[in-house]
Nanobody, 124 residues
Framework: QVQLVESGGGLVQAGGSLRLSCASS????????MGWFRQVPGREREFIAA????????YYADSVKGRFTISRDNAKNTVYLQMNSLKPEDTAVYYCAARRDSSGAYFGHEYAYWGQGTQVTVSS
């Protein structure tokens, strides 16, 4: 069983930055593809970014490309999401997810494990 714990959310002004962290308890973290998603109440969960096991391949939603960066530190069992130039429309609960497969993926159903989420609020 893999437990994921997100941290780093909070309130920030538009144009600001936040870095989210997701710590994994899984013994196979270095072989798991990882992803970040977000959700606003009443709307579907949205893919944000994904990364393969080594960090050598990354994937982004068009809405965050150029502003957000996903990375991982396998020695620390942690994946990060650096968010720059934040906009009010980035306000959401952000979720970390882990795959059993080593590659990243765009769709939520391809992920086996999910964190509890961390709230990000961007004020205008």
């Amino acid at each position: 069983q893999v437990q994921l714990v997100e941290s780093g959310g909070g309130l920030v002004q538009a144009g600001g930055s936040l870095r989210l962290s997701c710590a994994s308890s899984g013994r196979t973290f270095s072989s798991n593809g990882m992803g970040w998603f977000r959700q606003v109440p009443g709307r579907e969960r949205e893919f944000i970014a994904a990364i393969n096991w080594s960090g050598g391949s990354t994937y982004y939603a068009d809405s965050v490309k150029g502003r957000f960066t996903i990375s991982r530190d396998n020695a620390k069992n942690t994946v990060y999401l650096q968010m720059n130039s934040l906009k009010p429309e980035d306000t959401a609960v952000y979720y970390c997810a882990a795959r059993r497969d080593s590659s990243g993926a765009y769709f939520g159903h391809e992920y086996a494990y999910w964190g509890q989420g961390t709230q990000v609020t961007v004020s205008s």
